[in-house]
């Protein structure tokens, strides 16, 4: 199993310059929008026509046809686009087989759906399950998944798997404890070995 180094890379893997692209929660990716890391600028610079869809953003700023206020669960695109990239998305919806059905509305008929999601059995979640009981969580994450789950639902939801992988880093900006310094030194030391423990799971699937 690959293992991608940042969502860069996941997307110059899988997004060519004639690509449309539809952003799904482009406004909330931990990253401040002025940040050249910040995943909608790279996908802007990358590929032919870009989306944005979240519930909440600033239409002062971003407005016109190509940004959308409207939940990931129910939307509707004016065309059906190549990609949907939904980067640590998932975790955030209540009804992910809502979510997974609205995608699958809008997009082409050869095109794919592109999600990263924190993986349930990765290093640090696995570290804080035995040492606090419950790990640390976003609080506005409602779900857990890993591979097999993540397969059951998008087979269950019109969706075929082509790409089960893992993503090293999100470059969230957040402060981190000297324990997650060191904790660090063990997860790069570890995915030399196995992906198993990597902290985001990727699936790439395509309408079936």
């Known amino acids: 199993m690959k293992i991608y180094k940042d969502k860069i890379e996941l997307i110059e893997t899988h997004i060519s310059g004639t690509d449309s692209v539809l952003d799904l929660g482009f406004w909330g990716q931990g990253v401040n929008v002025n940040n050249p890391k910040w995943i909608h600028k790279i996908l802007k610079n990358r590929a032919r026509k870009v989306y944005g869809l979240d519930i909440e953003f600033d239409q002062s700023v971003y407005k016109g046809p190509l940004?959308?206020?409207?939940?990931?669960e129910n939307f509707l695109l004016p065309e059906k686009v190549d990609i949907l990239f939904a980067g640590d998305l998932i975790e955030h919806v209540s009804n992910p087989g809502l979510f997974l059905e609205s995608c699958l509305r809008n997009v082409s008929k050869d095109g794919?759906?592109?999600?990263?999601?924190?993986?349930?059995?990765?290093?640090?979640?696995?570290?804080?399950?035995?040492?606090?009981?419950?790990?640390?969580?976003?609080?506005?994450?409602?779900?857990?998944?890993?591979?097999?789950?993540?397969?059951?639902?998008?087979?269950?939801?019109?969706?075929?798997?082509?790409?089960?992988?893992?993503?090293?880093?999100?470059?969230?900006?957040?402060?981190?404890?000297?324990?997650?310094?060191?904790?660090?030194?063990?997860?790069?030391?570890?995915?030399?070995?196995?992906?198993?423990?990597?902290?985001?799971?990727?699936?790439?699937?395509?309408?079936?």
Not at 67 to 72: D, G, L, R, T
Not at 152 to 161: M, Y
């Open 67 to 72: 940004y959308i206020q409207a939940s990931a």
């Open 112 to 208: 794919k759906l592109i999600i990263s999601t924190p993986n349930t059995f990765n290093l640090f979640t696995m570290t804080e399950k035995m040492s606090k009981g419950e790990p640390t969580i976003n609080p506005e994450h409602v779900f857990y998944f890993n591979e097999k789950t993540l397969r059951t639902l998008l087979h269950r939801h019109g969706w075929e798997v082509v790409e089960v992988s893992f993503l090293y880093r999100l470059f969230v900006e957040h402060r981190e404890s000297w324990k997650k310094k060191v904790l660090n030194v063990v997860y790069k030391l570890l995915s030399l070995a196995t992906p198993r423990y990597v902290e985001t799971i990727v699936i790439v699937a395509k309408p079936k």
